[in-house]
């Protein structure tokens, strides 16, 4: 319990994570500045204090050789930059070094109160760790300094182009990173590769080469780099010096002006402007510590992504990925990807059977429902009795599951938070995630405050409620500063608790599919049991080349009997659909039109609840094809891909 205190501190910034705290000493100068030394992990590490620190703590990080041209440090240190630096040489820039490198830089923020954006410096292997922790944490550099800066390792050590390479360091690294030769040869994240959102985040570089480098020849490594960064819209500079004396091929160059580095580092890491702490955007609760007890002890995980088009598309989650197997490179993990898109909270309750739990138990599950939930229109009602439902089917499968919901953003929560109104999505959400001590993420009120604080700017950053590569990084940021504290063995063990009060007696929490070869139907219908399109329109993952029960013609009618006390259907709603009418019990018909905003371009999966508030029991639907259909519409069609039901 004292230990679940101290991590509290830590959220606020008062204490140092326990794995970092380390005995300081200060007994050493460094060009007659004050030098700090302590360890992280076992690995030495120092930082130099100016003698009158500038407001806010800037500071610069060396990456490596920390006695290699030394005078724009100096120049820093006496204008009040810090200069810090931690040695985990030959081990470039692998998990194992991220991790420390990590660890250094929370030990910085909170020991020294160092300003949140590091200024990098990479010298020569150097540029293996900056580029490595750079496009990690974009968000955390305020620019990049390279000299010779290494950039590929198939280049060196590998020496595989025109190189000279090292074999002793290749063999070194490929031991590091567990590679076989083809492995290593195979690795695409590089320093040249996936720079999209250090540029995303507006890191400048600037490099200093010599084209007579024959250690590190710069056509395979700063002059693609810098060209790939440039494509993506980066700012880099670089600058070749080719004056001689040069030594060890070209590798050395002397540097007659390094106020020029010092201008670029500090011109861009001062002055410091504030930023919003990520902690501000999420609510612990109970905690991921079952979870990450699974992963620490068994070593076995199964983690699941439910969500829409931002949980489908390519971005956050494959971070998410990256980091868990990175942090826990012992653990064999299993990935489960549900996320398609258009598909908000009643979808995800009655398919959250067949998608995710028949596939295995499931320790670790991310929601995100929030901006299809409005953008579908989906009522407050429906949305509690969703959430509560996934989250009460979900632990009634597995008890110690862990769920993390999450709330992202788009244009109409900025309006509300704008007008001074909690969305109504973040209110359910938290309504949920609070009733079972569940840890959430709100970073739509996130993405506007950091707006208003002028941290960056939706249009030119963020662009779209389908986040740019910025805001992916943003998502991935705020999701792992939970992770590093919600996992934490410190924070108590919280079982669940089955007899807890649920807020509405009918949540969905026994939503699953029901298929739609129980229902019976006249000559009109027809099941196609691998239907795909003619019409050239666009579908979505799971709802093309399936079964599906259509009807065309009006008057053509249906009948399913269910036992259940909710009832829908899923469909595809194209550029022919039409409108439906249907009765329950033999009360009087109501219509429903199928077609959407988008059935005119894309076959679009669209879950109708018919009622979500009968008695438990027997009941009958009928539905019938209408004799009319939206004005955009061509047609009557009506295409089931599944029935939906909730005991």
Same mark, same amino acid.
């Given at each position: 319990m004292l230990k679940y205190f101290y991590l509290l501190l830590v959220l606020s910034g008062f204490a140092l994570p326990l794995?970092?705290?380390?005995?300081? =000493?200060?007994?050493?100068?460094?060009?007659?500045?004050?030098?700090?030394?302590? =360890?992280? *992990?076992?690995?030495?590490?120092? @930082?130099?204090?100016? /003698?009158?620190?500038? $407001?806010?703590?800037?500071?610069?990080?060396?990456?490596?050789?920390?006695?290699?041209? =030394?005078?724009? *440090?100096?120049?820093?240190?006496?204008?009040?930059?810090?200069?810090? &630096?931690?040695?985990? *040489?030959?081990? @470039?820039?692998?998990?194992?070094?991220?991790?420390?490198?990590?660890?250094? @830089?929370? &030990?910085?923020?909170?020991?020294?109160?160092?300003?949140?954006?590091?200024?990098?410096?990479?010298?020569?292997?150097?540029?293996? &760790?900056? &580029?490595?922790?750079?496009?990690? /944490? $974009?968000?955390?550099?305020?620019?990049?300094?390279?000299?010779? $800066?290494?950039?590929?390792?198939?280049?060196?050590?590998?020496?595989?182009?025109?190189?000279?390479?090292? =074999?002793?360091?290749?063999a070194q690294y490929k031991q590091v990173f567990g590679f076989t030769e083809a492995q290593a040869m195979a690795f695409k994240d590089n320093p040249i590769d996936n720079l999209e959102g250090l540029a995303a985040f507006h890191v400048p570089l600037l490099h200093y080469i010599s084209n007579a480098d024959k250690l590190v020849p710069v056509a395979e490594n700063s002059n693609v780099l810098v060209k790939n960064y440039k494509a993506l819209g980066g700012q880099a500079t670089e600058v070749v010096i080719d004056k001689q004396p040069q030594e060890l091929f070209g590798h050395h160059f002397i540097i007659e002006h390094p106020e020029a580095i010092a201008d670029f580092l500090m011109s861009n890491a001062y002055p410091v402007k504030p930023v919003l702490p990520y902690g501000d955007y999420f609510k612990l609760r109970g905690g991921l510590n079952k979870s990450h007890y699974v992963i620490k002890q068994d070593k076995q995980a199964t983690v699941a992504f439910l969500g829409g088009s931002i949980t489908f598309n390519p971005g956050w989650r494959d971070k998410i990925t990256t980091y868990l197997k990175a942090t826990f490179p012992e653990t064999k993990f299993r990935f489960i990807a549900a996320g398609i898109p258009s598909l908000g909270s009643l979808p995800h309750v009655f398919r959250l059977q067949r998608d995710l739990l028949d596939s295995g138990k499931i320790d670790l599950l991310f929601i995100e429902a929030a901006v299809n939930d409005r953008v579908n229109g989906t009522d407050s009602l429906t949305q509690v009795r969703d959430l509560e439902g996934i989250v009460l089917h979900a632990k009634r499968t597995n008890p110690r599951i862990d769920i993390l919901m999450m709330s992202f953003a788009d244009p109409d929560k900025n309006k509300d938070y704008a007008s001074g109104k909690i969305p109504v999505e973040i209110?359910?959400?938290?309504?949920?995630?609070?009733?079972?001590?569940?840890?959430?993420? /709100?970073?739509?009120?996130?993405? @506007?405050?950091?707006?208003?604080?002028k941290e960056f700017d939706w249009d030119k950053d963020f662009k779209d409620l389908h986040p740019a590569p910025f805001g992916q990084e943003l998502y991935f940021a705020t999701i792992k500063a939970l992770l590093q504290v919600a996992m934490d063995p410190g924070v108590p063990l919280r079982k669940y608790m089955p007899r807890i009060k649920r807020l509405n007696s009918a949540s969905f929490a026994n939503g699953n599919y029901y298929s739609i070869n129980n229902a019976r139907y006249d000559a009109d219908w027809s099941i196609n049991p691998n239907w795909t399109p003619t019409d050239g329109l666009g579908t979505r993952p799971g709802f093309v080349n399936i079964p599906v029960l259509s009807a065309y013609k009006p008057g053509a009618e249906l009948t399913l009997n269910f036992t259940g006390r909710a009832i829908g259907m899923a469909i595809v709603s194209g550029g022919d659909a039409g409108t439906v009418s249907y009765v329950i019990d033999g009360k009087a018909y109501k219509p429903i039109d199928l077609y959407t905003q988008w059935s005119g371009f894309l076959h679009l999966p669209w879950y109708i609840l018919f009622d979500g508030n009968l008695k438990p029991g027997k009941h009958v639907l009928k539905l019938k094809i209408a004799g009319t259909h939206a004005p955009a519409s061509k047609g009557y069609a009506c295409r089931i891909v599944n029935f939906l039901r909730s005991e």
């Open positions: 794995s970092a705290q380390q005995t300081q =000493t200060a007994d050493l100068k460094w060009k007659g500045f004050e030098r700090v030394n302590f =360890t992280i *992990d076992g690995h030495p590490a120092y @930082y130099v204090k100016p /003698n009158k620190p500038l $407001p806010g703590n800037p500071w610069v990080w060396r990456s490596s050789f920390p006695d290699w041209h =030394t005078d724009a *440090d100096s120049i820093l240190l006496s204008r009040g930059m810090y200069v810090a &630096y931690v040695d985990v *040489d030959n081990q @470039y820039g692998s998990p194992q070094a991220m991790q420390v490198w990590d660890e250094f @830089y929370a &030990y910085l923020q909170r020991n020294a109160a160092f300003s949140t954006k590091a200024a990098l410096e990479a010298v020569s292997r150097g540029g293996l &760790y900056a &580029y490595a922790w750079a496009k990690r /944490n $974009p968000d955390k550099v305020s620019c990049i300094y390279g000299e010779t $800066p290494v950039c590929d390792i198939k280049s060196w050590p590998g020496g595989k182009g025109a190189g000279m390479g090292d =074999t002793t360091s290749w209110i359910n959400h938290e309504l949920v995630a609070s009733r079972y001590d569940l840890p959430s993420i /709100n970073i739509a009120k996130e993405v @506007y405050d950091k707006i208003q604080n």
